[in-house]
């Protein structure tokens, strides 16, 4: 079963616009964390945002703010004010439970963004 | 610069033959993680290891290894190399084995591998 589902292959938008990136996720453990990773053409996975399931408040970190509703089971990446810079591959990422799962992430397919002038 | 090195960054290989891809992890980490991204399974965990020891494993396949060193390093090994293992290889390292903590697990720029 997909755990992470990044439903905008693609996505669009004007530059210094505000846009969000849709993540939703499933699981069943209660103790879980969403990331979000950006992939410029040259490749690097640059860390973005983290949001832990008991966090009681949206994770945000300058420019991107991560809508956490847990009951729905969504995490959705929000950029402010887009930049050129900002066209990239955006990646959403789950990791489950405590112990010993260590840093296996799952990962989304991704969604492109391209921000236009 | 997240700090975690690998190399080589482009390799194009045949068929049939066997690569290793390296990694240094930031300095102080202790975990080594691989990763393979390719464009038809996406993204995908492969092995974890932690102070020279295997901790977690995930798809990776019989003809892939990988070990981690006492000085931290880490090398993947790729062996009968078939088409379908073209793809970009993740490291990524942390302190802890367990990186719960936002931005902890750090990725290299990859390795590229093309087989012919």
């Known amino acids: 079963a997909q755990k992470i589902t990044q439903t905008q292959p693609g996505m669009f938008v004007q530059e210094k616009e505000a846009v969000t990136l849709d993540c939703t996720y499933d699981?069943?453990?209660?103790?879980?964390?969403l990331f979000w990773y950006k992939q410029p053409s040259s490749g690097e996975m640059i860390f973005l945002i983290y949001q832990g399931s008991y966090d009681q408040q949206n994770a945000t970190e300058g420019r991107y703010s991560l809508n956490f509703q847990k009951a729905r089971k969504s995490a959705n990446l929000v950029i402010s004010a887009s930049q050129l810079g900002d066209s990239a591959m955006y990646f959403c990422a789950m990791r489950e439970g405590r112990g010993n799962q260590g840093g296996k992430l799952i990962f989304g397919q991704g969604t492109e963004l391209s921000v236009k002038p | 610069d997240s700090g975690v090195t690998q190399t080589p960054k482009h390799l194009i290989t045949a068929t049939g033959q066997r690569v290793t891809l390296r990694c240094s992890p930031r300095?102080?980490?202790?975990?080594v993680y691989w990763y393979q991204q390719s464009l038809d399974q996406g993204l995908q965990f492969l092995i974890q290891y932690y102070n020279g020891e295997e901790r977690a494993k995930g798809n990776i396949l019989e003809r892939f290894s990988a070990q981690q060193f006492p000085d931290l390093h880490s090398e993947l090994n790729l062996s009968s190399l078939e088409l379908g293992d073209s793809a970009l290889y993740f490291c990524?390292?942390?302190?802890?084995?367990?990186?719960?903590?936002?931005?902890?697990?750090?990725f290299g720029e990859g390795s590229r591998l093309t087989v012919l």
């Open positions: 990524a390292s942390s302190v802890s084995p367990n990186p719960m903590v936002a931005g902890e697990l750090f």
């Open positions: 300095s102080g980490d202790l975990s």
């Open positions: 699981t069943s453990d209660p103790s879980y964390g």
